[in-house]
């Protein structure tokens, strides 16, 4: 079975669930948001996202669930990063998370206060620039639409990727935090 880590099934299936390149602006609390549902290559998006935005960049880690022993939690960059830094994070973890539903990822622009978060429904919300997000996605031939989570659904922890959630707990020496209410 192909991993992933989203599925519109609630038993295990072959393929997890694909959106059609979609986005939509949501009201919040605060300013406005996107929220982006790519089909695929869901980091190469963050990582074109983030090219609109200053660095350096904090990286957030939220661990959900564990096959691993860790703790579930926020697990923070030890310091910001430069852009190269955070396209080679991304790049090395992609397969990670693209293809497993135990984690959401956050990348703040620290001077701008922009924050892209991947989540575990294979979904970004981006706070920001919201102009320059769009024209990337109008760039990338995404259409403006609903966004929906299947309901019912599940989030796959595909034990081939075991190895992966160790070596990003090596990866630097994160500061960690408890998980928030809303994390999941």
Request: hydrophobic content about 35%.
């Amino acid at each position: 079975m192909v991993p992933y880590k989203f599925s519109d099934k609630v038993w295990p299936t072959s393929t997890g669930y694909t959106y059609p390149n979609i986005w939509a602006v949501e009201k919040t609390t605060g300013p406005d948001r996107l929220i982006i549902a790519p089909s695929s290559d869901q980091v190469g998006l963050m990582i074109e996202l983030a090219s609109v935005l200053p660095e350096p960049f904090g990286i957030l880690y939220v661990l959900l669930v564990s096959r691993c022993d860790n703790a579930p939690g926020r697990y923070q960059s030890p310091y910001p990063i430069d852009r190269s830094e955070l396209e080679s994070f991304l790049s090395q973890f992609k397969d990670y998370f693209e293809n497993d539903g135990r984690h959401h990822i956050w990348i703040m622009s620290l001077p701008l206060n922009a924050t892209l978060v991947y989540d575990n429904h294979n979904v970004i919300y981006a706070y920001g620039p919201i102009q320059e997000y769009t024209h990337s996605l109008v760039r990338r031939n995404f259409k403006r639409g609903e966004v929906k989570f299947p309901s019912p659904h599940t989030h796959e922890y595909n034990q081939e990727f075991d190895e992966r959630e160790k070596e990003i707990f090596n990866y630097w020496d994160w500061l960690q935090y408890p998980l928030h209410a809303l994390d999941d």
